[in-house]
């Protein structure tokens, strides 16, 4: 790790759930029409944009709705290496599950 987190989880979310509701609120979409929209009842939209607190699939379809999908596919996208070691493990795994698929 490069340096300190200086926020809880339940504050990064918070941040989160704040910046959706600004996506939301600047397309003119009400929490009732994003519960329509995505899929997601209206309780679950209420309650993350409250406290923060919403499954992985339920934000998926809000960004979704919100035509903001490419951020949920690219989280983790671009994480660098920590080390060398990192590196060569992944490039053995991949080559084993290329091998793999050859057999097969």
Do not use: H
């Amino acid at each position: 790790m490069d340096g300190f987190v200086w926020q809880t989880a339940e504050e990064i979310n918070k941040d989160l759930a704040s910046r959706v509701k600004k996506i939301r609120k600047r397309r003119k979409i009400t929490q009732q029409e994003l519960s329509q929209r995505s899929g997601v009842s209206y309780g679950s939209i209420k309650r993350f944009e409250t406290t923060g607190n919403i499954s992985l699939l339920a934000l998926t379809r809000i960004s979704i709705a919100l035509d903001c999908v490419n951020e949920i596919k690219e989280l983790f996208g671009t994480v660098p290496y920590e080390n060398l070691e990192e590196v060569i493990r992944e490039r053995k795994q991949c080559k084993t599950k290329q091998r793999k698929a050859i057999i097969n």
